[in-house]
């Protein structure tokens, strides 16, 4: 069974950090894209990074950019998000999602706006003074 559990979320200052964890069971990382979202009250979900089933193939939202860093364990099978310089509007539910893609894909832009097939149930992120 294919199933995501995201995990780290929590309350932090403003320029503070977080590192978000998504532990992946049922399947490898060699065929899947895994990518992160956000979604805060009210707004729509919003693609934040997506790591390919290429090692080196990673990609960032603008909003993010130079911020949040993705990482993989693959011997553990755990997807990371590291947050630093958070601020205010980074507040949301995060979460994981999985695809299976095939074998050395990239991702990019067209990887945050394609549906995927597996989510995690989220994990909140309170970004205040």
């Known amino acids: 069974q294919v199933q995501l559990v995201e995990s780290g979320g929590g309350l932090v200052q403003p320029g503070g950090s977080l590192r978000l964890s998504c532990a992946a069971s049922g399947f490898t990382f060699d065929y899947y894209t895994i990518g992160w979202f956000r979604q805060a009250p009210g707004k729509e979900r919003e693609g934040v990074s997506c790591i390919g089933s290429s090692e080196g193939s990673r990609y960032y939202a603008d909003s993010v950019e130079g911020r949040f860093t993705i990482s993989r364990d693959i011997a553990n099978n755990t997807v990371y998000l590291q947050m630093d310089s958070l601020k205010p509007e980074d507040t949301a539910v995060y979460y994981c999602?999985?695809?299976?893609?095939?074998?050395?894909?990239?991702?990019?832009?067209?990887?945050?706006?394609?549906?995927?097939?597996?989510w995690g149930q989220g994990t909140q992120v309170t970004v205040s003074s």
């Open positions: 999602a999985a695809n299976w893609v095939g074998e050395g894909r990239y991702c990019g832009s067209h990887s945050l706006i394609m549906p995927y097939t597996y």
